[in-house]
């Protein structure tokens, strides 16, 4: 969390059923909230927040999380080119964070190759038999 009451709000835990958040990180589809919509959250309404702009990072039934931009209560909404924006982060977020994972399954897979010339063959061996014979010798 970062910017207005972002000490009391990082780290808060928000149910997933029946809540703005839940809803956009199940269904993977951003929404707009009025200042009003808050009242749910008294926390965020306690700091300040109004209207907002919440964006999943992943798509339906993969998100990994929920970016929430918020403004001050009292100030304009956001802009349609502001909440094009706010989307492209949400989105380049999300490739990220998958791109992160990928990469680390990369080393994982790298490491179990990474032994002495006998190690390898013996792992190479292993794949072999398992492709053509579906078991490991």
């Known amino acids: 969390a970062r910017g207005l009451g972002a000490g009391s709000l990082e780290g808060l835990t928000v149910p997933v059923d029946a809540s703005a958040l839940g809803g956009v990180y199940t269904a993977g589809i951003a929404r707009s909230l009025a200042g009003p919509d808050w ?6 309404t306690d700091v300040g927040l109004g209207s907002a702009f919440i964006a ?3 798509v339906e039934g993969r998100s990994r ?3 929430v ?3 001050r209560f009292g100030a304009l909404p956001f802009d349609t080119p502001t909440l094009r924006m706010l989307s ?3 989105d380049q977020a999300a490739i990220a964070l998958e791109l992160a994972d990928r990469r680390a399954d990369a080393e994982k897979l790298a490491e179990a190759f990474a032994g002495t ?9 292993a794949l072999l038999l398992t492709n053509e014979f579906g078991f490991i010798d």
């Not at 009242?39 to 965020?44: G, I, Q, R």
């Not at 010339?117 to 061996?125: G, N, T």
């Open 39 to 44: 009242s749910a959250y008294p926390v965020w």
């Open 56 to 58: 999943p990072l992943g």
């Open 65 to 67: 999380g929920v970016l």
């Open 69 to 71: 931009a918020a403004k």
């Open 88 to 90: 492209d982060v949400a």
């Open 117 to 125: 010339p006998a190690d390898r063959e013996r792992s190479a061996q």
